[in-house]
């Protein structure tokens, strides 16, 4: 079940990045307010899964989810750019947390 839980705070990581890149430097309210209530459950969760599993591997594989994910979703949703480099480089990134959970 942590497992769970600290992947669910990776993709509130990934909410928190684009609401922090959309409340345009907390100008905007409701992004703003986004940003700090995404925060917040990402760090719960993430302290939540502490609980259980071992601090290096949670924070490589709740910062890989949130770093991958924003990547994506920059490229998706933001217009940042998209290349085969980029997907590829990515694709290594999750490769690491499959293998973190699968070997740590």
């Known amino acids: ?42 760090f719960g969760l993430l302290s939540y899964a502490l609980k259980t599993l071992e601090v290096g591997t949670a924070y490589a594989v709740w910062t890989g989810v949130g770093a991958a994910g924003t990547a994506v979703l920059g490229m998706l949703l933001l217009g940042d750019q998209a290349s085969a480099a980029r997907l590829f480089f990515i694709a290594l990134i999750l490769a690491g947390v499959v293998g973190l959970r699968t070997f740590a």
């Open 1 to 42: 079940m942590a497992w769970v839980i600290l992947v669910l705070a990776g993709f509130f990581e990934v909410a928190m990045a684009l609401s922090l890149k959309l409340s345009n430097g907390f100008s905007h309210l409701w992004w703003t307010l986004s940003f700090v209530t995404t925060a917040l459950l990402s």
